[in-house]
């Protein structure tokens, strides 16, 4: 199978042409490619695929082989990867998504993609979007206790599920191997759950670590980084744009008139190779 690495914000997947080259088992494929000893290394596997609705489709599979519905980082890079390899020469495509049809603007230097944004689509704060249960109709600004702590805790969905909680000191400081698997395993979460550790350094900056399902901690998480602008500005906490410090590089979020988030940060292609599954 030839592939390609690629990262946004150190946020790293295997990225395949599905359009050439179709993968059968996708769960099983992207268990193997992102063993980071035994495998390539990554966060999971992206196929890149045809699409009856958009120019192309995203479908993203998580390093433990389940498929997600969205990813900020990893679209942004399907984005780079269509341009910089010649499947389009348009600089505004869509792509199709389990959370819907997404439209990226590309910022082209030097004849390749240098960054992406995204149109996200609108946040929902209902429980059962997320779904969150347990805890009312929408679950803002609301205690929870997880891991023998006290939490604020915030739930947006932003097509995969997110539980933004605010905390004092440095996120760098949190043990997330520890703290992590408890959110996102916790019952109130029937599908699991992505966790944001956010520490609100002013109205216009966030420094954030985060776990996803699936996959544990990553460098960086797009969604997640649109749901903690989202639930920072819900609380009085930040205006509508906002940086976001992630361990992996930065990310910038609007929160647009129109009720949508903006998302725009880097893209990165690190190698290309063949691999025997």
Known sequence: MKFTKMHGCGNDYVYVDCTREPISDPERVSVQVSDRH??????????????????????????????????????????KFVYDKGLTDQTTITVETRSGVK????????????????????????AADIPVIGMGDRVIGKPV???????????????????????????NTLDLPRLGPQFENHPMFPDRVNTEFIQ??????????????????????GTGACASVVASHMNGLTGREVTVRLLGGELTIRLGDDGHIYLTGPATTVFEGEIAL
Request: aromatic share 6%.
């Open 38 to 79: 035994f495998g390539i290394g990554a966060d999971g596997l992206i196929c890149i695929c045809p699409s009856e609705v958009a120019d192309f489709r995203m479908a993203m599979f998580n390093a433990d082989g389940s498929e997600g519905a969205m990813c900020g980082n990893g679209i942004r890079c399907v984005a």
């Open 103 to 126: 439209t990226l603007l590309l910022t082209v230097e030097d004849g390749a993609v240098s960054q992406v944004q995204v149109d996200m689509g609108k946040p929902s704060c209902c």
């Open 145 to 171: 206790r997880v891991a023998d702590r006290d939490w604020v805790m915030t739930c947006v969905s932003m097509g995969n599920p997110h539980a933004v909680v605010f905390v004092e000191e440095d996120p």
């Open 200 to 221: 609100v350094l002013d109205d216009h900056t966030l420094k954030m670590r985060v776990w996803e399902r699936g996959s544990g901690e990553t460098l960086a998480c």
